[in-house]
């Protein structure tokens, strides 16, 4: 991890290069395909999906008790159906691309055109963004 300052235009601008950020998300679609079958299953998916964290509250605790299994289940198969745009029960690159694109573009939006400083992970999305702008500045 690391930490990096980033707004919205940064983001936004990886996600307009198309080939910088297609091949960004390739990788990712790769690496989660564990069969290499070209397709991502739940099973695939379930594992990127969870690490979003996204019942994480209040600086790092979880709320325990919130949700109960069943709903958190159904939490994780509706981000999936997100993905599987086409309702086939698998994410092809096209799909993951294509919810990722719409991801990174809230993100951007939600980041707005003032800097922040955040911590990023090594190898994420939007650390490749502030690389790939640092690597433009220089």
């Known amino acids: 991890m690391s930490v990096e300052i980033l707004d919205g235009r940064t983001v936004q601008s990886f996600v307009e290069d198309e080939g910088a950020f297609n091949a960004s ?8 395909d564990a069969d290499h079958d070209g397709l991502l299953s ?10 979003l964290r996204v019942l994480e509250k209040h600086f790092g605790v979880d709320e325990t008790g919130v949700i109960g299994p069943d709903e958190l289940a159904a939490l994780y198969h509706g981000l999936f159906a997100r993905f599987d745009r086409d309702g086939d ?50």
């Open 89 to 138: 029960g698998a994410v092809d690159r096209e799909e993951f691309r294509a919810e990722m694109k719409e991801v990174m573009l809230a993100v951007a939006s939600g980041l707005g055109f003032l800097p922040v400083q955040m911590v990023v992970e090594e190898g994420s999305f939007l650390k490749v963004a502030v690389d790939r702008e640092l690597a433009g500045a220089a």
């Open 42 to 51: 739940y099973a695939e998916l379930a594992g990127e999906l969870m690490s």
């Open 25 to 32: 998300v390739d990788g990712r679609f790769a690496a989660l």
